[in-house]
């Protein structure tokens, strides 16, 4: 299977990947010299950055904000944990993941997974709080949105 980098991935294509449970999103890239470190493996605060730019997207896509207006609200991680469960190399393909596992009112919970070669090598669960444009209080999650956490991403709310 030819791997698309930086496209999202189907469903269908996360299973051949060994992607399971499939997630909303998904997509995949390759290791590059410069992420690696002094050991050759991937520094830890690459992962962080891989997790960043698919969450970026993610909320670009679900319609939170499209990071280029001033009405757009200010998101923050309030809390994460991540994983590291086993080291990527040099030239690995690897695919990124990224879901909302459960919501609130104004904060919503994000579970990022990091695969290669059908192994689960790293994963990031965060807390998302959505807060007003300058940041002054919080910002309700958009009805269309908790919609689309319950119906594509089998989000529960939590109240």
């Not at 909303?24 to 290791?31: E, G, H, R, S, T």
């Not at 410069?34 to 970026?56: G, K, Q, T």
Request: charged share 20%.
């Amino acid at each position: 299977m030819t791997l698309a980098y930086h496209t999202p991935l189907s469903t269908d294509e996360q299973h051949r990947l060994g992607i399971s449970p499939p997630q909303p999103l998904a997509m995949a890239d390759q290791v590059r010299f410069s992420e690696l470190d002094a050991l050759n493996h991937v520094n830890n605060a690459v992962y962080m950055e891989w997790f960043e730019r698919l969450r970026v997207r993610y909320v670009q896509e679900i319609g939170i904000s499209g990071y280029d207006r001033t009405n757009d609200p200010r998101i923050v991680i309030r809390s994460g944990s991540i994983h590291y469960i086993q080291e990527m190399r040099m030239d690995e393909n690897y695919v990124v993941t990224c879901g909302c596992s459960a919501f609130r009112n104004t904060s919503f919970s994000l579970n990022q997974q990091l695969w290669s070669g059908g192994t689960k090598r790293a994963q990031f669960d965060c807390i998302v709080v959505l807060l007003t444009p300058d940041g002054s209080g919080r910002m309700a999650i958009p009805d269309a949105v908790r919609q689309r956490f319950t119906d594509i991403d089998h989000a529960t709310s939590e109240g």
